[in-house]
């Protein structure tokens, strides 16, 4: 799911929340008319408030971003003093020093 992204207005969350509700109510065939409490229909189908699941997933995925580079950075600092650094040879012809012509 890519929610963790979102950023969900009042309207788009009142349209995630009432389709949810319709696909609900066709599931257990309650139409609109039997004025059914929208909590009831939820206790009866274990189905928990769908915003209440995005922002559950949002907040997860939040945490773990931070633990994770958390610990990216703890390993990176430790790497990069341990870089190597490459001898200067000197070639035969370097040793003699310039020819004169």
Known sequence: MKSD????KKR???HLEAAQMK???HLLGIRKLDEENNQCIREITGVQN???EIKQYQE???TTFTEDRHKWNTKTS???TNKRTKEHR???????GPTSC
């Open 90 to 96: 000197t070639t035969e012809g370097e040793m003699e």
């Open 78 to 80: 430790t790497t990069i």
């Open 5 to 8: 992204a979102w950023v969900l």
């Open 60 to 62: 997860k995925v939040a």
């Open 23 to 25: 696909f609900l109510r």
């Open 12 to 14: 788009e969350e009142q």
């Open 50 to 52: 769908i915003l209440k």
